[in-house]
């Protein structure tokens, strides 16, 4: 573990697997501790030790955790806020003390946003601040606090009749701060689109106390967006404490299932790019590789892609949707799935504590990890990305031998083109402290290569957390400019998730 820091000026650095970064802060762990309780009462600090080790990580190092390594800085204390006005105070004293700190709400982060790398961090927890504060049914918007978890909101707006649209497998764990926070997108995003089309308005606390809210309307012209700087900012920026998404009519019994085995990842996108760049929008399109499709359909022919499509919407919409759907793929050779059978497939697609626990409980019996990397591309770009990244990853990667599934599949299409999830799983034949470099690292730097190589977006979901910030700039490129001037003007003194979307 390398520290190297170039003292007052706040620009540190570390290696590029997230290495440990020191405090910039005037005060020890223990004046920290006193402070955050002489601000919040002493009930609202936890320094439990298991419970700081565990805030120390986030899933980019699930195997780690689950073998109980944690060989980062250990946060000095995780607190628990309840409102706007405590994310304020605690973010003053952070800032004029230059503590660092990391927001976080429902801890289903993938992409090490919520690893601590600097010594004495502060984890500001707003998952109480869960609180739905409106459900609008005339202006079709909801008002959460950044605690309340998708599936809870989901849940209040259906007793209405209505829907967020918003479905990430995370959905019933993961909460409206974080979910804004990475500029996530669900499942059903081709029809309702991601996050960023979502929020209406939102409220968030900058470092230095400030509290900034935008206005609820449908559309202005008064300016650049501002909602967009809030918007991914992974918690490097600002605090997002209330979030207003729009609500959509919620019709389940006109939902429609397709799906279809076709020869290759090609034919699948293909059929998919013609469907909706002739304006169509099923609620989810995707396509999955012959590997990847194996271990979800075992029982389908194993030599096959498996495409996949929901409509939903009014009656009128779906029948056409439908329609065009069949006329297209009669074009290309193909078998028919039964609708009930990708029906019953997509229900059971979410992930809860319970899918969780199993999955530790796997990876501690047999040594074993499932992991992912998603990025994006146009049409013309996406195959020569998969098929790059495969060959890399099966002529070059070391450890080629230990994987036991790489695959990849599309699941969020666009009028311009469509995503890519890499899905690889692995023996691990190492220590635990190793898997990630042996591993993960080596295989999502090839993804993000090839992407970045051929034109495509190193990250279409889960946001850059710290593991691929050493590409922040190339991805970026010209534009990075605004990037980092807006981490300098709103973090002047880095507090802000120090080592995540910019390097340390
Ligand atoms: C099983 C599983 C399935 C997943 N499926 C999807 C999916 O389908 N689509 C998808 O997009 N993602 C998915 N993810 C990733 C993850 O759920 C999303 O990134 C989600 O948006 C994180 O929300 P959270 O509340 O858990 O945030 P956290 O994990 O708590 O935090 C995530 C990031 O946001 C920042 N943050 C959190 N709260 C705040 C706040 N209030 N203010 C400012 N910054 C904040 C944190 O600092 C961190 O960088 C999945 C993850 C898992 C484990």
Request: proline letters at 4%; hydrophobic letters at 35%; aromatic letters at 8%.
């Amino acid at each position: 573990m390398v520290v190297t820091s170039s003292g007052d000026t706040g620009e540190s650095s570390t290696e590029e697997d997230g290495s440990m970064v020191q405090s910039l802060s005037d005060l020890n762990r223990e004046d920290i501790r006193r402070g955050l309780a002489e601000l919040l009462g002493a009930g609202k600090v936890c320094v439990d030790e298991d419970l700081l080790r565990a805030s120390s990580v986030d899933r980019f190092k699930k195997y780690m955790a689950v073998n109980g390594v944690y060989d980062g800085p250990i946060p000095a204390a995780v607190v628990s806020v309840g409102s706007t006005a405590e994310v304020a105070k605690v973010l003053s004293f952070a800032n004029e003390h230059r503590i660092n700190v990391i927001p976080r709400t429902g801890v289903t982060s993938t992409e090490g946003g919520l690893e601590t790398i600097v010594e004495d961090t502060v984890v500001i927890d707003g998952s109480p601040m869960n609180k739905i504060l409106s459900v609008d049914p005339v202006n079709m918007m909801a008002t959460a606090q950044c605690g309340v978890v998708l599936q809870v909101l989901e849940d209040a707006v259906r007793l209405q009749g209505l829907t967020t649209g918003h479905s990430p497998q995370s959905k019933p764990l993961a909460q409206m701060g974080g979910l804004t926070a990475t500029r996530s997108t669900g499942q059903l995003s081709t029809l309702y689109g991601g996050i960023e089309e979502m929020v209406v308005g939102l409220e968030a606390v900058f470092p230095d106390g400030t509290i900034c809210r935008t206005k609820n309307v449908p559309r202005r012209a008064v300016g650049p967006d501002l909602r967009h700087i809030v918007i991914g900012s992974e918690g490097a920026l600002c605090f997002i404490t209330e979030v207003t998404v729009k609500l959509y009519k919620y019709t389940p019994e006109n939902n429609e299932h397709r799906g279809f085995l076709v020869n290759d990842m090609d034919t699948g996108i293909a059929v998919v790019r013609e469907v909706v760049t002739n304006g169509f929008r099923p609620s989810v399109c995707r396509v999955y590789s012959e590997e990847d499709a194996h271990q979800h359909f075992d029982d389908f022919d194993t030599s096959k892609c498996v495409l996949i499509f929901i409509c939903e919407g009014p009656k009128a919409i779906v029948a056409a949707t439908v329609a065009e759907i069949e006329r297209v793929i009669a074009a290309y050779p193909h078998e028919t799935v039964d609708p009930a059978r990708i029906e019953k497939w997509f229900k059971g697609l979410n992930w809860g504590m319970d899918k969780i626990l199993a999955e530790q409980e796997t990876m501690r019996a047999e040594h074993w990890l499932g992991f992912t990397t998603e990025i994006s591309a146009n049409w013309s770009d996406i195959g020569e990305i998969y098929r790059a990244a495969m060959h890399r990853i099966r002529t070059e990667f070391p450890y080629a031998g230990d994987l036991t599934m790489l695959g990849a599949h599309s699941s969020h299409s666009y009028q311009t083109g469509t995503n890519l999830y890499f899905v690889y799983d692995y023996k691990i034949n190492c220590e635990p402290r190793e898997e990630i470099t042996q591993y993960h690292i080596p295989l999502n730097a090839i993804i993000v290569e090839e992407a970045l190589k051929h034109g495509g977006s190193m990250v279409h979901h889960h946001g850059i957390g710290k593991y691929r910030t050493q590409w922040t700039e190339q991805e970026h490129g010209s534009s990075f400019y605004m990037l980092r001037t807006l981490k300098e003007a709103f973090d002047p003194n880095g507090i802000m998730n120090k080592g995540t979307i910019f390097k340390a």
